[in-house]
């Protein structure tokens, strides 16, 4: 479960509504155009392709209400396509832990904070051991 606070939002997921409209937008206009508008003027312009790749499936993910469970964990992000999507969501990590390893795969717990609201969000992320780095 996704654990929000410091946002008044309705649903059966406080506050991850945010999280889902901000993504729903990013995927209808495109980085280009979401850059443009974003004060932060995320994703940065010098992002690779491949970075840019995974900032496209981890909203995507969020658009799909990934990440909010260890049950329904974002998957195929990695740690930086993990990193690189909630930074153009203006997240940055706050706590970091392992809750599981299988021998192929680490579940992480991420609690990460908006930088200019302060809103808190849990969520979970799963790595594939070989693309960990």
């Given at each position: 479960?996704v654990?929000?606070t410091?946002i008044d939002?309705?649903?059966p997921?406080?506050?991850f509504?945010y999280?889902?409209c901000?993504?729903?937008r990013?995927?209808?206009i495109?980085p280009?155009?979401?850059?443009?508008?974003?004060?932060f003027?995320m994703?940065?312009?010098?992002s690779?392709p491949e970075?840019m790749?995974?900032?496209?499936r981890?909203?995507e993910q969020?658009?799909?209400?990934k990440?909010t469970?260890?049950?329904n964990?974002?998957?195929?992000l990695g740690?930086?396509?993990?990193?690189?999507?909630?930074?153009?969501?203006h997240?940055?990590?706050?706590?970091?832990?392992?809750?599981a390893?299988?021998?192929?795969?680490?579940l992480?717990r991420?609690?990460?904070?908006?930088?200019v609201?302060?809103?808190?969000?849990?969520l979970?992320?799963?790595?594939s051991?070989?693309?960990?780095?």
């Open positions: 479960m654990k929000i410091g939002s309705s649903g997921t406080p506050g509504g999280l889902v901000k993504a729903e990013y995927l209808a495109g280009d155009k979401y850059r443009k508008a974003d004060y003027k994703p940065p312009v010098d690779s970075t790749a995974a900032i496209h981890g909203m969020i658009c799909q209400r990440g469970s260890r049950e964990p974002f998957v195929n740690v930086h396509g993990f990193h690189a999507t909630l930074a153009t969501l997240f940055e990590l706050e706590r970091q832990s392992i809750e390893t299988d021998g192929e795969a680490i992480d991420m609690r990460m904070k908006h930088r609201t302060g809103m808190v969000v849990e979970f992320n799963k790595v051991i070989d693309s960990a780095s």
